[in-house]
């Protein structure tokens, strides 16, 4: 069975940075595409961004693009999500997904872990 599991969230000041890390088990991930979502209060979950786990190939969304930084260890089978210049609309439940290549649902879910950016 596959299982997610997200850590590294906390609470940052604007300005600063955290990393979260996914560890995957379960299953061989090499045709797998590994993605980061968000969630804030009120609003729908949105994409973050995404890696393959073999070529290691990489999307963000464009609220992210040059602050955020997504890879994978495939040693460790856990990939992270490192955050920089973080700013207070940051502030989001941020979950890891997995999906196969060749599909476009992420369809195995982390619990998710929490990361609040203070103004």
Same mark, same amino acid.
């Given at each position: 069975? %596959?299982?997610?599991? &997200? =850590?590294?969230?906390?609470?940052?000041?604007?300005?600063? /940075?955290?990393?979260? =890390?996914?560890?995957? =088990?379960? *299953?061989?991930? +090499?045709?797998?595409?590994?993605?980061?979502? *968000?969630?804030?209060?009120?609003? &729908? *979950? &949105?994409? %973050?961004? /995404?890696?393959?786990?073999?070529?290691?190939?990489?999307?963000?969304?464009?609220?992210?693009?040059?602050?955020?930084?997504? +890879?994978?260890?495939?040693?460790?089978?856990?990939?992270?999500?490192?955050?920089? +210049?973080?700013?207070? &609309?940051?502030?989001?439940?941020?979950?890891?997904?997995?999906?196969? *290549?060749? /599909?476009?649902?992420?369809?195995?879910?982390?619990?998710?872990?929490?990361?609040?950016?203070? +103004?």
């Amino acid at each position: 069975q %596959v299982q997610l599991v &997200e =850590s590294g969230g906390g609470l940052v000041q604007a300005g600063g /940075s955290l990393r979260l =890390s996914c560890a995957a =088990s379960g *299953r061989t991930f +090499s045709n797998y595409v590994m993605g980061w979502f *968000r969630q804030a209060p009120g609003k &729908e *979950r &949105e994409f %973050v961004a /995404s890696i393959t786990w073999s070529g290691g190939y990489t999307a963000y969304a464009d609220s992210v693009k040059g602050r955020f930084t997504i +890879s994978r260890d495939t040693a460790k089978n856990t990939v992270y999500l490192q955050m920089n +210049s973080l700013k207070p &609309e940051d502030t989001a439940v941020y979950y890891c997904a997995t999906r196969s *290549r060749t /599909s476009s649902l992420y369809n195995y879910w982390g619990q998710g872990t929490q990361v609040t950016v203070s +103004s």
